[in-house]
Structure formats: structure tokens, C-alpha cells
T-cell receptor
Framework: GAVVSQHPSRVICKSGTSVKIECRSL??????MFWYRQFPKQSLMLMAT?????????EQGVEKDKFLINHASLTLSTLTVTSAHPEDSSFYIC?????????FGQGTRLTVV | GNSVTQMEGPVTLSEEAFLTINCTYT??????LFWYVQYPGEGLQLLLK?????DKGSNKGFEATYRKETTSFHLEKGSVQVSDSAVYFC?????????????FGTGTRLQVTL
């Protein structure tokens, strides 16, 4: 099947710094990608829909200035957590659809210290 | 709105036991239904799906039948293995386009012991 690759898989950063997470569709093109956040022992919460060549669509309650999304090409979307704080520590997962199936990245564990 | 309700875990079973994880949904329109599995530290993998009423999805010994009358999509496996230990998510999708939002249940952790 199709592959969605996420990088890095783990990152530790200091409070106040920014962190960029990449999501790539390796063998297919994705005009739309989705970014989810998963809290410990909880479900995936959709943060935003990333659209190639246009602005991302954010879910209610998600700060667009804090979670910057860029979808510059048909195979790459990036999520930048700006001015990170400890409460931003979480597991972030991206996904993209190929035909009728959603494929997920392996996730990024962000720890802000 | 759309929502998915899963039984709360964790579910602890002995190897070779029968597994049922309940899932019910609320949706406007006619959703497609999915079960995803997440192993520790990893992203989600599609386990099985069903796109219309009475369809049965199956994979790796797991099965789920799309029941429109009870708005359910319960996951079953006749004999679980230790390697099945993971978190299982039920999900639905309304749009039929190629890029659609998934609505997830809260996930059910399965622990299988020897």
C-alpha cells in the first residue's frame, strides 16, 4: 500500500522554541493531508486539514498562529509548533488518502521541557 | 453531528480467547466504517473497513459487520494472540471523495496475556 512518512519520530525541545514536523507521501500525491493530535490514552483529535497551494483549514479551538501548516507540494506538508510550551507535548500524526484508504504517518512524539 | 462510541478499555484477555469490541455510531448520511489498529509508538494502520450496510470487513482473523439497523460495527476475533495487543480505533467517514475527515472513537486498548 501507499506510504506516509513522518519525521522526526521523536523530538525534545525547550520551551519557547519552534519545532517543525514533516509529513511526506512517498509514492503518491496528496492534495490534502490531515494533522491529528493524540493525548495519552485518548483518541485522535483532528487539528487541521492541510491543502496544497492554499491555506490550511483549522478545527475549532486550534490556534492557527501556534500550529503553522504549510503544504507547499503534492507530497509534503509541514506542521510547525511555534513558541512551544510543555502543554504542547503530545503525539502528532498526519494522514493522507490514496484512493479510498487513509494512510497514516508513524507519528511524532513531541516533548517540550 | 457525527460521532463514534467505543467500549472503554482496557480489555484484558488470555491468548485464544474470543474478542468483541463494541462500536456504535451516529452519522448524517451514509458513512463508511473503519477499524484501525495502533501498536505502541506507531501510527495507525487500517485493519478492516465496510462501505455499506450489511458489508462485512475482515482481515487477519478480525471481522466486523456494518449494521445499519443498530448503527453498529463491532469488532470480533475468534482467537486472539499476544501479538494482537494494541489500541483499536473505530472510525467513520461521511464524504465519498478521496480526501475526507475521519471521526474516531476513543480507542480501546487490548492486552492479551499468555
Amino acid at each position: 500500500g501507499a506510504v506516509v512518512s513522518q519525521h522526526p519520530s521523536r523530538v525534545i525541545c525547550k520551551s519557547g522554541t519552534s519545532v517543525k514536523i514533516e509529513c511526506r507521501s512517498l509514492d503518491f500525491q496528496a492534495t490534502t493531508m490531515f494533522w491529528y493530535r493524540q493525548f495519552p490514552k485518548q483518541s485522535l483529535m483532528l487539528m487541521a486539514t492541510s491543502n496544497e497551494g492554499s491555506k490550511a483549514t483549522y478545527e475549532q479551538g486550534v490556534e492557527k498562529d501556534k500550529f503553522l501548516i504549510n503544504h507547499a507540494s503534492l507530497t509534503l506538508s509541514t506542521l510547525t509548533v511555534t513558541s512551544a510550551h510543555p502543554e504542547d507535548s503530545s503525539f502528532y500524526i498526519c494522514s493522507a488518502w490514496e484512493n479510498t484508504e487513509a494512510f497514516f504517518g508513524q507519528g511524532t512524539r513531541l516533548t517540550v521541557v | 453531528g457525527n460521532s463514534v462510541t467505543q467500549m472503554e478499555g482496557p480489555v484484558t484477555l488470555s491468548e485464544e480467547a474470543f474478542l468483541t469490541i463494541n462500536c456504535t455510531y451516529t452519522a448524517t448520511g451514509y458513512p463508511s466504517l473503519f477499524w484501525y489498529v495502533q501498536y505502541p509508538g506507531e501510527g495507525l494502520q487500517l485493519l478492516l473497513k465496510a462501505t455499506k450496510a450489511d458489508d462485512k470487513g475482515s482481515n487477519k482473523g478480525f471481522e466486523a459487520t456494518y449494521r445499519k439497523e443498530t448503527t453498529s460495527f463491532h469488532l470480533e476475533k475468534g482467537s486472539v494472540q499476544v501479538s494482537d495487543s494494541a489500541v483499536y480505533f473505530c472510525a467513520l467517514r461521511i464524504n465519498t471523495g478521496t480526501a475526507s475527515k475521519l471521526t474516531f472513537g476513543t480507542g480501546t486498548r487490548l492486552q492479551v496475556t499468555l
